[in-house]
């Protein structure tokens, strides 16, 4: 019923930036919270940042002032730029959604994609 699209990883030195791309489509009426989690090998999947759509932000404090989220509601996309890279960076990073349907609200994850941060 959501179909989440990640773009955006790759294999970069530290120091260095990237950006990833979410783009959600189906038929919900609204996307209420988008958020980006990462997940490394052998570790838990954390929060990595989050918006709302009035554009409130949250960011976990390993990331803030290095990482921006933002989000285009006309194009259900969010974004992440990641700067400053660091090896520690390096994982797997998923799109996470809340969606509005008529009667309920639906959460949906990404499939994920791979950021590597070389040193």
């Known amino acids: 019923q959501v179909q989440l699209v990640e773009s955006g990883g790759g294999l970069v030195q530290a120091g260095g930036s990237l950006r990833l791309s979410c783009v959600a489509s189906?038929?919900?009426?609204?996307?209420?919270?988008m958020a980006w989690y990462r997940q490394a090998p052998g570790k838990q999947r954390e929060l990595v940042a989050s918006?709302?759509?009035?554009?409130?932000?949250n960011y976990a404090d390993f990331v803030k002032g290095r990482f921006t989220i933002s989000r285009d509601n006309a194009k259900n996309t969010v974004f992440l730029e990641m700067n400053s890279l660091k090896p520690e960076d390096t994982a797997a990073y998923y799109c996470?959604?809340?969606?509005?349907?008529?009667?309920?609200?639906?959460?949906?994850w990404g499939q994920g994609t791979q950021v590597t941060v070389s040193s």
């Open positions: 996470n959604v809340n969606v509005r349907f008529s009667l309920y609200n639906h959460n949906a």
């Open positions: 189906g038929s919900f009426s609204s996307i209420n919270l």
């Open positions: 918006i709302i759509r009035e554009g409130s932000t």
